[in-house]
């Protein structure tokens, strides 16, 4: 079974940077598409960033140009480089990997930005 491992979760102040790693493990096929999700207190999961094997990358506005999302294809690795951190992207972090006929998600690490 593929089990999603977060990585770099923590508390920074706002303007300051981050980074979050995710390493899969176990028996799993090739993903098609990695990425990051996040949940803050009270709201729905939304979607961070994408990437896809061939290194294409879609973010959400909110976070874009300041969020860079990286993906290395032989380690099975997906980071993700956050800088000019905001109190609003406060919130867990989430790992996401994609097959054709299965989606995996890690277990998540927290994330505070503090004014």
């Known amino acids: 079974q593929v089990q999603l491992a977060e990585s770099g979760g923590g508390s920074v102040q706002a303007g300051g940077s981050l980074g979050l790693s995710c390493a899969a493990s176990?028996?799993?096929?090739?993903?098609?598409?990695m990425g990051w999700y996040r949940q803050s207190a009270g709201n729905q999961r939304e979607l961070v960033a994408t990437?896809?094997?061939?290194?294409?990358?879609n973010y959400a506005d909110s976070v874009k140009g300041r969020f860079t999302i990286s993906r290395d294809n032989a380690r099975n690795t997906v980071s993700l480089q956050m800088t000019s951190l905001e109190p609003q992207d406060t919130g867990v972090y989430y790992c996401?990997?994609?097959?054709?006929?299965?989606?995996?998600w890690g277990q998540g690490t927290q994330v505070t930005v503090s004014s």
């Open positions: 990437i896809t094997s061939g290194g294409t990358t």
């Open positions: 176990g028996h799993f096929d090739f993903f098609n598409v």
């Open positions: 996401n990997a994609k097959r054709p006929a299965a989606e995996y």
